[in-house]
């Protein structure tokens, strides 16, 4: 079974699964020290909004309009209902999946990369990526 939102339906949130994990994860490791990072040591990598919703345990996360409206030239992606994973596992549970390959790329990237591109362009880096030689 396939579902198809309409874009007036794309998500207004990210769903951060940190809320509800009963574990939390354990913190990334500075590759020199093996110590956990902090926002001091991501700072020169990411912006500032990318490294709170990283340490974030709110359980949504808005997408601002702009990241959205970009969103809507090739999304929503359909919904399948994996009906016979669900046979399968013999669980009452609803399974679901994504199919990302309609979007531009055929991947997912795209998604978190034009977040990304979003919160560096708000916090006025002007390049986020190099071509090596």
Do not use: C, W
Not at 56 to 81: A, G
Request: hydrophobic letters at 30%; glycine letters at 4%.
């Amino acid at each position: 079974m396939k579902y198809f939102l309409t874009e007036d339906q794309t998500p207004r949130h990210y769903y951060n699964i940190s809320a509800d994990i009963t574990e939390p994860l354990l913190p990334p490791l500075h590759p020199q020290t093996k110590k956990p990072v902090g926002p001091e040591d991501l700072a020169p990598l990411f912006p500032m909004e990318l490294i709170k919703q990283e340490v974030s345990k709110d359980r949504y996360v808005e997408i601002p309009d702009e990241v959205r409206s970009l969103y809507n030239l090739y999304r929503p992606s359909p919904l399948v209902r994996a009906t016979r994973l669900e046979k399968q596992l013999k669980t009452p549970a609803r399974i679901y999946f994504k199919y990302e390959g309609g979007s531009p790329s055929g991947s997912h990237k795209t998604n978190t990369a034009l977040a990304q591109a979003y919160y560096n362009k708000q916090e006025g880096i002007k390049k986020i990526a190099r071509i090596m030689k």
